[in-house]
């Protein structure tokens, strides 16, 4: 294995080790440009569960509401681009 490509697999592994052990977040950049992020699984797992809640607080609001109806993309996308 070539130099370059070891010390990207140690300093991968390190960021992963981070993530689990550690409950520490690394943000990936791309050209200066933040891309993604390694979390854990519990920070993921917890975060899904949240979304799920978040969406059916949105819906039962919206059900409730005896207004004419809101297409659930419309709902979706509102969700979606809150980005809380």
Do not use: C, F
């Given at each position: ?8 697999l140690?300093h ?5 080790d ?10 990936i ?5 933040e ?6 699984i519990?920070?993921l ?6 979304e799920?809640?978040e969406?059916?607080?949105?819906i039962?609001?919206r059900?409730?509401n ?11 996308g509102e969700?979606?681009?809150r980005g809380?």
């Amino acid at each position: 294995m070539r130099p370059d490509a070891r010390n990207r697999l140690l300093h991968a592994r390190r960021n992963l080790d981070r993530a689990d052990r550690d409950d520490v977040p690394t943000v990936i950049t791309r050209r200066g440009k933040e891309v993604a992020a390694v979390v854990s699984i519990e920070v993921l797992r917890k975060y899904q569960e949240w979304e799920e809640r978040e969406i059916n607080r949105i819906i039962d609001e919206r059900t409730a509401n005896p207004a004419p109806g809101i297409p659930i993309e419309d709902v979706m996308g509102e969700t979606l681009a809150r980005g809380e």
